[in-house]
């Protein structure tokens, strides 16, 4: 695979690349690079991470090593899952097993955890490298990654490390790219500012589009109405049958303009999941509405639902069929390994959140 045939590849589906310059030279010079996506262990795993395991794949098909960071001491910080570190890890033990059953390659990918970052006294050097060269109204600005208000640092004072502490985990990793959905740009621009200031390496930033929850999306505000654990009557778990897959589907918010298509949480879910995993879109529409039909591209399916050729119940259908096909594997994997998944159940139960 060329250096154009690799870039091809990690752009699938992305929203925002910094800068497309860097990237392209990194490919041009390195054959493996290193990436690398953090991730705060805090629940039940939903199908925005479909779309994100989907990104690893390419990274790793274009050569790149990649590590996922469990971000344990974040997630602390952050009050998830009580605050309490056993039960995070015990969270990051059943995602990395999501990871696996949604097609990530367990021998290609390295999964390490930010409480084995923070034992080195050279992490902690580095946190105040980058203190030093932020201000404090940037790091408040950055108070988003954590799916939190500015105004929210001034309850708890550990918050105001977070931004820094994800910031400083790419300078110790040394990493060539970093890779997040756009709700973690912030952190990113945070460290490549900090970068330009202490003359190191600056990560490349790649950013993949926010899956927006099945009530729809807000153009103005994606980070809220994005597709989250925290609001479970508006995601579609890994974990949910086809039944409940089609009982959500039904409900979900589904407008035939075209204005409204990157808010339209059933047509993301075609662009950014179905295709890319099936490659179509077969739909299994009754005679007297037309019969089955299928698409093979995302454009095809969207020139056929704007024209009123495919009415809003077919396309629901359709994709709560395919959504169902791509977890299969999941299920699976989990009907064989439940332990990790059981034992976050039983924290979830313990906590009140399930």
């Known amino acids: 695979m060329d250096a154009a045939e690799r870039y091809d590849l990690i752009m699938r589906n992305v929203e925002e690349i910094v800068t497309d310059d860097e990237l392209r030279e990194l490919l041009k010079t390195k054959e493996n690079p290193t990436a690398y996506i953090g991730f705060e262990p805090s629940g039940l795993v939903h199908m925005g991470w479909v ?39 015990t969270c990051a033990r059943y995602m990395e097993d999501c990871f696996a059953a949604l097609g990530v390659p367990e021998d290609k990918v390295e999964y390490v955890y930010a409480s084995d970052l923070v034992s080195d006294v050279g992490y902690w050097e580095n946190v105040i490298k980058v203190a030093k060269v932020t201000s404090l109204n940037r790091v408040k600005r950055a108070m988003t990654i954590m799916g939190r208000s500015e105004d929210e640092a001034d309850v708890d004072t550990s918050k105001i490390f977070y931004p820094i502490l994800q910031a400083t985990d790419i300078f110790c990793m040394d990493v060539d790219l970093a890779y997040a959905g756009m709700d973690q740009r912030r952190a990113h621009m945070l460290a490549r500012d900090a970068a330009d200031k202490l003359g190191w390496r600056k990560p490349v930033a790649l950013h993949t589009p926010l899956l927006p929850g099945l009530a729809g999306g807000n153009r103005m505000d ?7 654990k925290s609001k479970p009557e508006r995601n ?15 409900k979900a918010f589904c407008p035939t303009d075209k204005e ?61 069929d395919a959504i169902s096909d791509i977890l299969e594997p999941v299920s699976e994997k989990f009907r ?19």
């Open 336 to 354: 064989n390994k439940p332990e990790n998944y059981d034992a976050l159940k039983e924290v979830l139960v313990k906590l009140g959140k399930l």
């Open 51 to 89: 779309m994100v395991a989907s990104k690893i794949r390419d990274l790793v098909d274009a050569g790149f090593r990649v590590t996922v960071l469990w971000a344990d001491w974040h997630a602390s910080i952050n009050d998830k899952l009580g605050g309490d570190l056993e039960n995070i890890r």
């Open 260 to 320: 409204s298509e990157d808010t339209n949480p059933v047509l993301m879910l075609c662009r950014y999941i179905i295709f890319p995993r099936l490659g179509r879109l077969d739909i299994n529409r009754p005679e007297k509405f037309g019969g089955p039909v299928s698409y093979a591209t995302y454009e095809e399916l969207t020139d056929a639902y704007f024209s009123e050729k495919l009415f809003p119940l077919d396309l629901k259908n359709g994709v709560a």
């Open 222 to 228: 994606p980070v809220e109405s994005k597709m989250s």
């Open 236 to 250: 579609i778990s890994i974990h949910d049958t086809r039944d409940d897959i089609t009982k959500k589907m039904k």
